[in-house]
């Protein structure tokens, strides 16, 4: 029995909880580690909005042992994180920094002493600026450039790792990088280059994958999507067509090549609908079937509830003013659809629905869509304005009340048949919520930023905890 096959035999169920490498690490130049796109952005008046920046994040750089220490204490079996490409090959390629590979080695080394199995994303948003210069995501040539930093990464840490995603939510980051414009480079309702990067980010994956074989790596590998599952309105005309737009707009360009190794069948369709191209090489397609995951990571959060567009120009909407601000999270595109509001569903203070039915529903249809896979929840969680009590504890009751909701219809689908083997909370502790900054939190544990990055397990800690432990009590006696 490989590696790989013990690390779900030896354990009920992977309960764990997540962060990524820019949102907590800081010591953004430490130990010779490069600019990252994120850092040139965030160091730069006149395009940060919110004026904070992940220079220090939560120091998970200095403190990454009180944090494996809090999560081993918490029950959790498994820690999901980044690496930041440029902490490991400052340039984005070329040279390789030891300073990076030791810090890295160290972290996961804690991981396992304390029986913690590491889950490694490569690429959480944070492009080395040197990249970023050469276009980025919609120069091709980044994808050989991730296969190498990605083999470095199986290299040094594949004796010991054996759950990887290449790359985090390639739909989203698509989304916000170039139609909502919030995140760098910041482009504004470009629909072509949101279907580009997407393409270019599965085919960088599917390079990955392919290396990882080649490698032999005793592990799993498959890659995170955010997967806002669509949902129509009753009103809306023309369902089936209207469905079937939305959801290549969200989904299929990373469900298709992540579970089936091919291009959705619908693309030259769509490319006329939305009005995009794709620069290709002869020869992608081999590589995309090459390139399908042996697991399916999910960040669960919300829906995509739509329906037929009515009138007005294509705008997209999107809240990262929190409280200080009424706009709800949507987009409408001009001629195809739009959001719709659905007034019995809660949202958080940001615009976004709060409604934890959809952990069910998404993953029923993903397993009857796409041939039932392996699936993990990398990523779901509340965002809220916290107050501590004394003493610095937080008593997060709506974060508990929503997490309870969230596993409970996670089982039911368990029950119902999908496979799903993993949790991830996000987040492990509070950290940067990108141009959220960090009033948004998301942590099981408190950082005081102000004070030094102080640690307080939150009440949501404690209630995570017994909960694992009530979840293998009644596994073991069964
Ligand atoms: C996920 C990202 O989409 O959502 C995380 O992978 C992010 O990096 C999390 O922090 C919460 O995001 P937001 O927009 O609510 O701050």
New binding site residues.
Partial sequence: MGKIDNVFSERNFLWGSGT?AY?CEGGWDADKKGTGEWDYFNHNSALNVNSQDGDDASDFFHRYKEDIDLMAEGNQNTYRFSISWARVVPNGTGEVNQGGIDYYNDMINYCLEKNIEPNVTLF??DLPLELAKQGGWLNRNITDAFNEYAQVCFEAFGDRVKLWSTI??PR??SY?TNMVGNYPPNRHQDVQSYFQYQYNLMLASAKAITSFRKMNIDGMIGI?H?NGNVELDPDTENKEEIFKIADFFYNRMILVPALEGKLPDELEEMKEKFKFMIFHEDGDKELFEKGKGDYLGL?L?NRQYVKHWESGETEVFHN?KGAQSKSKEGIRLEGLFESSFDKNVKR?Q?G?EVNPRIMYTALIEIKERYSDPLIMIT?N?H?IYETPDKDDYVIDNERIETFEQFLKYMLQAKEAGVNVKGYYH??TMD??????GYE?R?GLVRVDFENDFKRTPKKSYYWFKDYIEHYNEEINNN
């Fill in positions: 990524a949102q959480h948003y985090n939510e989203y980051y916000c995170v955010d960040n959060y990262n958080n940001w976004r990523e969680g965002g996000w987040s950290l940067y919520s990108w141009i959220n948004k998301y």
